[in-house]
């Protein structure tokens, strides 16, 4: 899709995963898109894991009683196939940035790292928002097209957006702009040769 990485990889780059929680699997939702999303998010872990570069799991703690990711909830979980390892960071945010409320960026320049590669749910909500912060907070910044995902949205007025047309369209406000939007595939080839 677009020329990758500088030197982003041999940069230490780190993986942050955003959300992939099993209350995303609660019906409330909605329909969902990319369903072989979390698959995905699973081979890119393997090959960090495999080259020892660094991982972040960001794990939503909502506030609101009643939601799939309220710490109460078994939904707060993350998703088994993609449960870090002892000595991965796991860190908890409240809104929908990663960045915020939490000690992401400090972690990210005490250990050098000047690339972040970003994956999970959901691409219009805290995929992107962490993502225009990553971006604007100069680390270059990827967004993988095929390990996030969304749900079908309904606008103020009542007209129903499709999961697919709102993932494309999250993913293209992103590109170029904050991010480079990259696939999995690109970046596992990456991975090897680097």
Same mark, same amino acid.
């Given at each position: 899709?677009?020329?990758? !990485? ?17 209350? !995303? ?30 991982? !972040? ?41 990663? !960045? ?95």
């Amino acid at each position: 899709m677009t020329t990758l !990485f500088s030197d982003a990889l041999s940069k230490n780059a780190a993986l942050i995963i955003v959300d992939v929680q099993k209350g !995303f699997d609660d019906p409330s939702w909605g329909r969902r898109n990319n369903p072989c999303a979390e698959e995905n998010i699973a081979k890119l872990i393997g090959a960090w894991r495999r080259a020892g570069w660094p991982i !972040f799991h960001i794990r939503h703690r909502s506030r609101l009683k009643g939601s799939p990711l309220n710490p109460a909830s078994a939904g707060f979980e993350i998703k088994d196939i993609v449960k870090p390892l002892p000595g991965e960071s796991v860190i908890e945010k409240e809104v929908n940035s990663a !960045f915020i409320g939490t000690d992401l960026e400090k972690q990210l320049h005490n250990r050098g790292i000047g690339a972040v590669v970003i994956v999970g749910l959901t691409a219009d909500h805290c995929v992107s928002t962490t993502a225009r912060m990553a971006g604007n907070l100069e680390f270059e910044t990827y967004v993988i097209s095929d390990a996030t995902a969304t749900f079908d949205r309904t606008g103020s007025d009542g007209k129903h957006f499709g999961a697919e047309d709102v993932h494309a369209v999250s993913l293209a406000s992103l590109n170029g702009e904050f991010a480079k939007i990259v696939e999995t595939a690109d970046i596992l080839k990456r991975c090897e040769r680097a």
